[in-house]
């Protein structure tokens, strides 16, 4: 029990350290770009975008892209339609381990969330990246938070 009070307030502490450094100003995510300056404002540092051709590249319809920030990576998806989104969505299972038939070994939680025509991966427990996320994409539509929260 008093872990997770700990924990809670661990994440309230992150929640006002993001609005503190401007993450209050954080603008929904519904692209590429827009995802990159979400994490920007959140004072974190993004490294150029890149398609991954690798790792998890065919996880949905469309290629991913790996976005860097602050030395966590994201994979990011961008589909032609809101539609396409959810239908892609749908495929993941609510833990984040499956993606149709596909199943796949995160190295940590996988965290899936979704904005009109973007979702995103991000697989690590920076709380800073995690709340930006909440922010910019809405609340996980799969998998959990690393803390379990």
Known sequence: MLRRILLVVIATISILAV??????????????????????SAGMSVDAQR?????????????GVEIIASGQELLAFEFAS???AEAQAALVSDD???????????????????????IVIYD??????TDTLITAMGDRFAGESPDGL
């Open 124 to 129: 690590g427990s920076q709380s800073l990246v």
């Open 51 to 63: 398609e991954n051709k690798f790792l998890f590249s065919d996880e949905f319809s469309v290629p």
């Open 19 to 40: 609005a503190c450094s401007g993450g209050g100003n954080i603008e929904p995510a519904h692209s590429y770009d827009t995802l990159s300056a979400a994490l920007e």
């Open 82 to 84: 809101i539609e396409e």
């Open 96 to 118: 984040g381990y499956g993606t149709g038939l596909k199943y796949v070994n995160w190295i940590d939680t996988p965290q899936f969330f979704k904005n009109g025509r973007m």
